[in-house]
């Protein structure tokens, strides 16, 4: 394994600081691992990596992803198709970590709890991961999964959702480390033409909530952000902006082209990039 | 006939599940809420509107009047003679076949859809395997005049074609789901997706008593009435509770419905799990048999899972039992030792099938039919311990008219000449 340049160069924390020192919103790039295949989707998330993500989600392919629309979805499941595994999860973490890029997990809960979760968060740690986004476990659910996170030092990150109601909202936030996922639209994954009014709101009572409970996280908005106007509009008021299913959907639209995938990728990542500096 | 189906508020007994949905508190950590944040408000709501509706006498007394008058509860408990000769002890059928559509479904759709009127909602979505709770919800939605979607695995919509159109003709929309394998755990994905972008104005009538809290424990409330009625009637009818009781087990409503009335008693409780080909095959959903624990759309149970936790793809004959999870209260009743689930093959169950309509003029769901096969050993090894007087008491979920395709086929009943004898005889023992 390469190791890291310094700890602190790969944690989530620090990326978010780089951006806001330069007066922006940080990027999140999301790609399933596996897909296209294992060193398809590591190549993929280099291209993300150079072209300016400041952090890398590697999504874990799950059989039954109920928070992802099609195009997640179809994603995951060519992975699967493939024989993808968690290994090969955490062999992808390895890869995008060694950049020196924050890299961290999102999961469904099962494959970890099947994995063991004390060794899916040493695994995880070892491989240079910095957290995990759990989108199907809430803080009141995962106390077995923050005490594996504190053992190894490992983010938690936890959404909410503009149906938090505000007691949900501060426990959400007191429990997590790195950033909080603000899920911006009611629904499922999916690059929407417009983006969210809800957005705005959820991030303004979550900011708030981080406020009185006198901490320094950070917020990022998810679901429907596709291009870079959506960025920036995203980034005039979160400070993370965080896109998925239009990466997925690059890469999806050059199925027997490679190069023309990764170009497209890189592309759309510039695009996304300038958004969040226009802000 | 004195017995009512009268629900009754969400008991603290010892099998029951804590505030969290816990069964076997969090250290045994069966059920709980594993959910998008989402989610989560309209969880509590749910929650909340359910145990204040269960404690509103308005609201149980209109609950039994609509299972009275509108879905013919309770159903009789009927004793099967000629299948009792043949298995040698007395063989008691709590006939759910006959209520209204046809299953023990409608009970927990009349439930969730009268909650839904209470909540103040216009819009009903469920998921369906064999299509009876979806007809079921179709037809709640359209007495008590709300919107419906039924999400239906499109492998099952072409098994359960008939269901399909009854669907249609009371007013449901059907959303065939291609997704992943395109049976009842994929339908449960897409109907949850629905409900995550339309909590707001949606209830999402859950057809089995797995999910999150408070789904398992709602779907008992609202089914318990079997076991509730089943145990009044054998006690009036025949003066003795059951030795045991049966029922099929999918995700498995019908059978905590039954079970609950049980618990405390001294009775053998058997839940029949599809064995499909044969527990050593991978052809099955014989779950709590067979499987391991894990997560399923949103409580921990037990799942068929590969060794990544990939749910894997389950099969049965039965459409309705073709689920690779199982509600957590079974799972918590498993490994309490206090139920005992065993499995039960295709062949098994359409040979019993078969048997109850030749012995009794009834003939039953193949998922009913594996709570038939089940109740059958049961029965033939309670004859030989105690005799005749011994009682079996099995839940007849449903009735088979849906699946008749499945038994046109499994039986070759199209032919001129059908022989179904040498396969269904059972010899009687003691």
């Known amino acids: 394994m390469s190791a890291p340049t310094s700890s602190t160069d790969r944690t989530v924390a620090s990326a978010f600081a780089s951006a806001r020192a330069e007066g922006r919103a940080a990027l999140v790039g999301y790609l399933p691992a596996g897909f296209p295949d294992v060193q398809g989707g590591i190549d993929a998330m280099l291209v993300m990596v150079e072209a300016g993500c400041d952090v890398i989600e590697v999504g874990l392919p799950y059989s039954d992803p109920v928070m992802d629309g099609p195009t997640i979805q179809a994603a995951a499941q060519q992975a699967l198709e493939r024989g993808a595994r968690t290994d090969d999860v955490l062999r992808t973490v390895e890869a995008v970590a060694a950049t020196g890029t924050p890299t961290v997990v999102m999961t469904y809960w099962n494959p970890v709890e099947r994995y063991g979760v004390e060794r899916f968060a040493a695994g995880l740690a070892a491989a240079g991961g910095a957290g995990l986004i759990t989108p199907d476990l809430t803080p009141d659910f995962a106390p077995e999964w923050i005490a594996a996170a504190d053992r190894h030092g490992l983010d938690k990150i936890f959404l909410v959702a503009p149906s938090s109601t505000p007691a949900r909202v501060t426990m959400t936030v007191r429990a997590s480390r790195g950033f909080v996922y603000a899920t911006a639209v009611m629904g499922v994954t999916g690059a929407r033409t417009t983006t969210s009014d809800l957005a705005g709101p959820l991030v303004a009572r979550t900011k708030q909530a981080v406020a009185e409970a006198g901490l320094d996280l950070p917020v990022g908005v998810g679901l429907g952000v596709g291009n870079g106007d959506q960025a920036a509009e995203v980034a005039s008021y979160a400070d993370a902006v965080i896109v998925g299913s239009a990466f997925v959907r690059t890469l999806l639209d050059h199925p027997d082209d490679r190069a023309a995938g990764l170009e497209a990728l890189r592309a759309l990542t510039h695009d996304l990039a300038e958004g969040v500096r226009r802000a | ?430």
């Open chain 2, 1 to 430: 006939m004195s017995t009512t189906s009268s629900p009754v508020p969400p008991s603290s007994g010892r099998f029951d599940a804590d505030a969290q949905g816990w069964f076997g508190g969090p250290e045994e950590g069966w059920g709980g809420r594993f959910m998008p944040e989402a989610l989560i408000a309209a969880l509590d709501e749910l929650t909340e509107a359910w145990t204040g509706a269960m404690a509103d006498p308005a609201f149980v007394g209109e609950f039994e009047h609509v299972l009275r008058d509108y879905a013919g509860l309770p159903s009789p408990l009927f004793h099967a003679t000629r299948l009792s000769e043949q298995v040698g002890c007395r063989v008691l059928l709590k006939r759910e076949d006959l209520n209204h559509t046809g299953a023990h479904k409608i009970r927990n759709v009349l439930g969730q859809a009268l909650l839904t009127k209470r909540m103040g909602k216009q819009r009903v979505i469920a998921e369906t395997g064999a299509g009876q709770h979806g007809v079921a919800s179709a037809t709640a939605a359209a007495y008590f005049g709300l919107d419906c979607t039924v999400y239906m695995g499109a492998v099952d919509t072409r098994r359960q074609a008939l269901n399909v159109a009854r669907m249609h003709l009371l007013g449901a929309e059907v959303i065939p789901v291609e997704s992943g394998s395109a049976t009842l755990k994929d339908a449960i994905n897409e109907a949850l997706r629905d409900w995550v972008a339309s909590v707001d104005h949606t209830a999402y009538l859950f057809g089995t008593a797995a999910g999150p809290h408070p789904f398992p424990s709602m779907v008992r409330d609202f089914t318990r009435g079997i076991g509730d009625e089943s145990r009044a009637q054998c006690l009036e009818q025949y003066g003795v509770l059951p030795d045991a009781i049966a029922a099929c087990v999918g995700g498995g409503s019908n059978a905590i419905g039954l079970f609950t009335a049980f618990l405390d008693d001294d009775v053998a409780i058997y839940g029949f799990e599809p064995g499909g080909e044969g527990v050593d095959t991978p052809r099955h959903a014989a779950t709590i048999h067979a499987a391991d624990r894990g997560v399923l759309h949103g409580a921990r149970t037990y799942v068929l899972q590969d060794a990544d936790g990939q749910t894997l793809e389950s099969h049965s004959i039965s459409a309705g039992l073709d689920y690779p999870g199982v509600g957590p209260q079974h799972a918590h009743l498993a490994a309490t030792g206090r139920a005992t689930y065993l499995p039960v093959t295709d062949d098994e169950a359409m040979s019993a099938m078969a048997l109850l309509s030749r012995t009794e003029g009834i003939i039953p769901a193949i998922e009913t039919a594996h709570a038939v096969a089940g109740a059958i050993r049961v029965g033939e090894r309670l004859a030989v311990e105690k005799g005749p007087e011994a009682t079996v008491l099995i839940s007849l979920s449903g009735r088979g008219d849906k699946d008749m395709g499945t038994a046109i086929e499994y039986f070759g009943l199209g032919e001129t000449k059908v022989d179904l004898d040498d396969d269904i005889t059972e010899e009687p023992v003691g």
